[in-house]
């Protein structure tokens, strides 16, 4: 496939190693707000009309419009940024018709989805002990833009359908004690960490923890390339636990 990069800071470059390692090729390298990136290319119509595929690893500002751009060429895009879940339906609706096709993901490494899946079974199993309290806390680099970051929601969003004593997310600490129906989620900034995520059930007796820690970066970028694979000649809008699930499964995934 050509392949357009969105993005070409670290993600993007080690993105561009995998693409040529398993045989694709990168057209054009763009910037992540779709201005000019490392080779002078624009984010335009034109730009896109000989590509087979967009990854895109930017930043939410001006996401839409990219993704209308994205739908009009009728490319297959992988959309790995986060930050700009308020916008979905809007962007569902670009994909409704045509030849375009969306794989939009929080988090592209393989580890992650069975993470978010076990911290929702977890919070299921408990939902009946009420002695037991639930958080989430996650670690990133010192660089990246948003939080909490889109697996912890998503993990959170799965913790707040299975417990019913929680009815809400806090995200910041607040003066006085968190109320007992709110899900606390905590954020730090911190060096180089690629990604940690922990779910703790905790409880006077003892707690119960479900993590997942990324080693690398070169995870989330093989699986978005992967994801560009799997896409490649479907339409429309899809998820990355769509993905994922034949990737686990066998049943359409790639090696």
């Excluded at 040529?20 to 201005?35: K, L």
């Excluded at 929080?106 to 939902?127: E, H, M, T």
């Excluded at 948003?146 to 995200?171: I, M, N, Y």
Aim: aromatic share 6%; net charge negative; no cysteine.
């Amino acid at each position: 496939m050509n392949v357009v990069l969105v993005g070409y800071g670290r993600m993007g470059r080690l993105i561009e190693q995998i693409l040529a390692d398993r045989g694709h090729r990168t057209a054009r390298r763009i910037d992540a707000a779709g201005s000019p990136g490392s080779d002078g290319t624009e984010l335009t119509p034109e730009v896109l009309a000989d590509a087979d595929g967009v990854v895109e690893f930017a930043l939410a500002d001006g996401v839409l419009d990219r993704l209308a751009l994205y739908a009009e060429a009728g490319v297959a895009a992988v959309v790995g940024t986060t930050g700009w879940d308020h916008h979905v339906d809007e962007a569902k609706a670009l994909f409704s018709s045509g030849s375009g096709a969306l794989l939009k993901g929080s988090n592209f490494s393989v580890g992650a989805d069975p993470f978010i899946r076990l911290s929702r079974a977890a919070a299921r199993l408990v939902n009946p002990l009420e002695e037991y309290d639930a958080s989430l806390l996650e670690y990133h680099h010192n660089r990246k833009a948003d939080a909490p970051s889109g697996t912890a929601l998503t993990a959170a969003a799965g913790v707040l359908e299975e417990l019913d004593r929680k009815s809400h997310l806090v995200t910041d600490l607040p003066e006085g004690p968190i109320e007992p129906d709110g899900l606390h989620v905590a954020s730090v900034r911190v060096g180089q960490v690629p990604g940690i995520h922990e779910l703790r059930l905790d409880s006077a007796a003892d707690f119960v923890t479900v993590r997942h820690e990324a080693r690398h970066r070169g995870g989330f970028a093989l699986g978005a390339v992967r994801g560009l694979e799997w896409l490649s000649g479907r339409r429309g809008w899809h998820e990355a636990d769509e993905f994922i699930d034949d990737l686990l499964t066998g049943t359409g995934g790639t090696t």
